[in-house]
């Protein structure tokens, strides 16, 4: 009888790690299934505070984004005016990238050096793109904090890993703690009043978030909610970033509350980038009924887009293997959706700014730059050889592309007689 002891103590020797194993499992899954409380399925559609919603049901009525453009228009500062005595509309569109936002910020503080950086009136940006959208906003002087976070952070002040096992079951594979506590750090109370005083002074910012609940594109007035007053408008703003850069898969999603029908919901937001890589919509598709609702004559208005791709604008990798394992594959498709994604919104930017008669400036990582590390992957050495790649270029040169690169010729849009006078022609 000794044997079969043995065996028995030997066989509850081999379970004892599967259940713990199995306990783990199941407190991962029950503590990830309590997310906050969802909005019921069919329910209609709700506005989170700061957001605006893109478009109404009744085409007749203005929609949030054209209502707060036509404010700002109306609002015309002396910066607004230029010698010629016509209103300049400068617009800047941020892509994502992750850590190849090194080369957008680079951009960003050689163009202050080179000394025809725009005041822009409107600034939009998508994952790390939203992360420079702040100090873009808020103009040269604040160049030293867009430089400090691509040329010093590391991978330890974005992110913590998490085991394989969590990761199975929690809501991402990697914790960001650590970039909202360095958000937190870089937008302080005296920068959320700068954001609120531009924002009073009529110039607009964007940020784009993923609704993954409604499987719509959510857009966030960041002045409004700076300007707004309320006790909790800095955390909002801090959350909308986290959530416009938490690439879904691998950062955890943000919850935002919304009242529908009278009851508190909570809506899961993630990476903008998941619907476009890039955004103009909001004010691209409503600037024209804007400048009406201004009482501006189109003629009496010069615009010009500048478009920053965080990224080649033609991405086009060599072989890079993949490990044959669920998560491995799946942010890689991620990757690949990233990439059709960009694509897709540069065109459509491209398309929509020579309906529109506003002139379409590109610039991108050239596809000459070795890109040698993953746009995950905060390597600080790396991001600094980056970011002076993009300084050089914004401080050298003021050649911008006003297509994106390899259409094909019956992709290109013959450009119409301006709605709105190209600003090229001061």
């Given amino acids: 009888m000794r044997w079969k002891h043995t065996a028995a103590l030997l066989i509850l020797g081999a379970m004892i790690p599967v259940l713990i194993v199995a306990a ?9 299934s309590r997310r906050p409380t969802p909005p019921p399925d069919a329910a209609a559609y709700g506005t ?14 203005p929609s949030g984004v054209q209502t707060t453009i036509t404010e700002a228009l109306r609002s015309k500062d002396s910066a607004d005016r ?14 994502g990238g992750g850590s190849y936002g090194a ?76 970039l909202r506590r360095l958000l937190e750090g ?23 978030t993923s609704n993954m609940d409604a499987n719509e594109f959510a857009i966030w007035d960041m002045g409004a909610i700076a300007a707004s007053g309320r006790p909790d408008a800095r955390r909002r703003y801090i959350d909308v970033l986290v959530a416009s850069a938490s690439v879904p898969v691998v950062f955890p999603p943000v919850y935002f509350d919304v009242d529908i029908d009278g009851t508190t919901y909570y809506e899961m937001h993630s990476d903008g980038g998941a619907e476009a890589q890039v955004f103009l919509r909001g004010f691209m598709l409503d600037v024209e009924d804007a400048l009406e609702g201004a009482g501006l004559a189109r003629g009496e208005v010069k615009a010009r887009l500048f478009v920053i791709r965080n990224g080649r604008a033609d991405d086009r ?16 498709t991620i990757g690949k959706l ?17 309906r529109y008669g506003v002139e379409f400036n590109l610039r991108c990582i050239p596809d000459d730059y070795p890109l040698d590390f993953d746009g995950l992957n905060f390597d600080r050495p790396r991001m600094n050889t980056l970011y002076h790649h993009g300084y050089e270029l914004g401080r050298g040169s003021a050649d911008w592309l006003h297509a994106p690169p390899d259409l094909d010729p019956d992709e290109l849009v013959p450009a119409p007689p301006p709605a709105i006078a190209p600003a090229s022609d001061r």
């Avoid at 202050?112 to 939009?124: L, S």
């Fill in 24 to 32: 783990g499992m199941a407190v991962i899954y029950l503590a990830g």
């Fill in 48 to 61: 989170p505070w700061g957001s605006v919603d893109l478009e109404t049901v009744d085409t007749l009525t």
């Fill in 82 to 95: 230029g010698s010629d005595g016509q209103l300049h509309y400068d617009f800047l569109a941020l892509s």
């Fill in 103 to 178: 080369f957008g910020a680079g951009m960003l503080c050689g163009w202050t050096e080179r000394g025809d950086r725009p005041d822009f009136k409107v600034v939009t940006g998508i994952s790390t793109g939203a992360l420079q959208a702040t100090p873009a906003f808020l103009g040269s002087d604040y160049d030293p904090l867009l430089k400090r976070f691509y040329t010093t952070t590391t991978n330890d002040n974005i992110f913590r890993r998490r085991s394989t096992l969590v990761s199975l079951f929690a809501d991402g594979t990697l914790d960001s703690t650590p």
């Fill in 186 to 208: 870089a937008i302080d109370d005296n920068v959320l009043a700068a954001v609120a005083k531009k924002h009073r002074a009529g110039h607009r910012l964007f940020i784009g």
């Fill in 317 to 332: 990798p060599g072989y890079a293997a993949i490990k044959p394992m669920t998560l491995a594959i799946a942010e890689a």
């Fill in 338 to 354: 990233f990439k059709i994604t960009a694509a897709a919104s540069l065109y459509r930017m491209y398309v929509l700014a020579n």
